[in-house]
Nanobody, 121 residues
Framework: QVQLVESGGGLVQAGGSLRLSCAAS????????MGWYRQAPGKQREVVAT???????NYADSVKGRFTISRDNAKNTVFLQMNSLKPEDTAVYYC???????????????WGQGTQVTVSS
């Protein structure tokens, strides 16, 4: 089994910063693409940022220039540094990863349990 455990959410004032972390653990051969998604009340889950195992990144237009995704491949961990936070960034943030549990096996997509980020105005 594979678990994704997020940490780092919380309450922050507009203009502030937070750093989210997500560690993958369990029966893992390799972790491929990782990413962060978010879901605000009454809205669909949306992609925030993704990163490949080689370090290539993609960002939603709404967070470009404010958020930075990075990863530590040795620790199977992905980070999201969030700066200049806005009230509209308020959401539950979910970690996502494509994990191969054995060599030659197809990757399976996993989700974390989510961490709340609240930005007050």
């Amino acid at each position: 089994q594979v678990q994704l455990v997020e940490s780092g959410g919380g309450l922050v004032q507009a203009g502030g910063s937070l750093r989210l972390s997500c560690a993958a653990s369990g029966s893992i051969f390799s972790v491929n693409a990782m990413g962060w998604y978010r879901q605000a009340p009454g809205k669909q889950r949306e992609v925030v940022a993704t990163i490949t195992s080689g370090g290539a990144t993609n960002y939603a237009d709404s967070v470009k220039g404010r958020f930075t995704i990075s990863r530590d491949n040795a620790k199977n961990t992905v980070f999201l540094q969030m700066n200049s936070l806005k009230p509209e960034d308020t959401a539950v943030y979910y970690c996502n990863a494509d994990v191969a549990r054995r060599q030659w096996l197809k990757s399976v997509n996993y989700w974390g349990q989510g961490t709340q980020v609240t930005v007050s105005s």
